[in-house]
């Protein structure tokens, strides 16, 4: 039993007394390899996520109101993850007294610049003004509440019919403006 009990603080010494011939080749066995390359973690932060959904609901809100609710029946990412590329979008503004529903057969939503792109057969209903516009290419930035179709419109009312090259229209005062060749027919 003294043996053994000798023995078992024999071992720590040794090992404290060699340490000197094996501790250096033991701390090179360790050290990483290869060392720190921020590159590498900064392309491992910026990993994408990539995914295609059957049905999309995208609520857009200001200063916690909610002003959009766009549902898509298909999404999926586009070239990067912070862009939503959607089929078959059915948009409803509810940000001023009377809703303004979009629909179109494609659109786009940029996340970090807050930007809507609808295309082709954009169809824009005021139901409470009876006005109906047309177009193929509508955008919608969320910073100054316009919507901007740099392409032919018409609206259609029940007293007259307007065709233009190009529309700005400002959510927040309900004002338009038309150029590139505007014709009124009432």
Known sequence: MKNLRNLLWMVPLALLA?????KGTVADFLKPRGGYDPKLAAA????????????????????GKEEWIINARRAFTGKTDRELGMID????????DQPITITSNRGTYYLDERHLILIDNVVIRKPQAGETLYTDLLHYYDATKM?????DVDIKTPTFTLQAGRMDYDLTTDGYEFSQGVIVEL
Not at 18 to 22: E, I
Not at 44 to 63: E, W
Not at 89 to 96: E, F, H, I, M, T
């Open 18 to 22: 060699t340490s000197p011939l094996w």
């Open 44 to 63: 491992a932060a910026r990993v994408q996520q990539n995914f295609v959904m059957d049905s999309l609901t995208l609520t857009l809100t200001t200063t």
């Open 89 to 96: 979008v059915d948009a409803l503004y509810k940000g001023k």
């Open 147 to 151: 919507l901007i179709s740099p392409v």
